[in-house]
Nanobody, 117 residues
Framework: QVQLVESGGGLVQAGGSLRLSCAAS????????MGWYRQAPGKQRELVAQ???????NIADSVKGRFTISEDNAKKVVSLQMNRLKSEDTAVYYC???????????WGQGTQVTVSS
């Protein structure tokens, strides 16, 4: 079992920055990739950024150039640096961990990010 604990988030003005962090504990050797999803009111949950065990990253087009994902692989802490935030970035952000085989995943409890215009 894997537990994910998120920190960061909050209220920021448009153009500002925030940093989210997620610490994994438990059976962290199972984790092949970690990342962040977000869900805005009335919308589906979407991938924001993901980083794989070998450092390969996948960044959503909507945040490319503004958001950066990084990981302390030894500690299994993944961070999302969010710059030049826009009102459309307002959402609940969820930390996610993935095991490729056998396929399963885990979710954090979510943290609110609100960008005021």
């Amino acid at each position: 079992q894997v537990q994910l604990v998120e920190s960061g988030g909050g209220l920021v003005q448009a153009g500002g920055s925030l940093r989210l962090s997620c610490a994994a504990s438990g059976s962290i050797s199972y984790i092949d990739a970690m990342g962040w999803y977000r869900q805005a009111p009335g919308k589906q949950r979407e991938l924001v950024a993901q980083i794989e065990r070998d450092g390969t990253t996948n960044i959503a087009d909507s945040v490319k150039g503004r958001f950066t994902i990084s990981e302390d692989n030894a500690k299994k802490v993944v961070s999302l640096q969010m710059n030049r935030l826009k009102s459309e970035d307002t959402a609940v952000y969820y930390c996610h961990a993935l095991r490729n085989w056998p396929g399963r995943d885990w979710w954090g409890q979510g943290t609110q990010v609100t960008v005021s215009s």
